[in-house]
């Protein structure tokens, strides 16, 4: 399924937040993770996490470092005090807004 981001502004960076809640990765391993997780519902492409990544970096809210696997450099990334507060309000803003859809799927509640 194709991932319409779009219509979810900062969706895919509440997620990467998330993931990176819970340990360091490099961007192709979150993206294989985020598919995995959302049984293939949210995939977003490296042409859509690498540059996210690399903005994150930019705005402090993550932190990178090289680490050679099997011969090959991987850059792995990790949360900062920033990106630990960002993903909180991240997290916030999601909360509200899922309530407030899941409020008008409920019904039962009509302007007069």
Do not use: C
């Not at 998330?18 to 997780?37: N, T």
């Amino acid at each position: 399924m194709v991932s319409d981001t779009a219509r979810f502004p900062g969706i895919t960076e509440l997620v990467v937040l998330r993931l990176l809640s819970d340990r360091e990765m490099y961007g192709y391993e979150m993206v294989q993770s985020i598919a995995l997780r959302t049984g293939n519902v949210f995939e977003p492409g490296e042409g859509l996490i690498y540059p996210l990544l690399r903005s994150l970096e930019i705005d402090g809210a993550l932190k990178s470092r090289s680490k050679a696997v099997n011969g090959r450099n991987r850059v792995y990334y990790s949360l900062t005090g920033q990106g630990k507060k960002r993903f909180s309000e991240l997290t916030h803003q999601w909360a509200k807004f899922n309530g407030a859809v899941e409020a008008v799927l409920a019904g039962d509640s009509y302007a007069v």
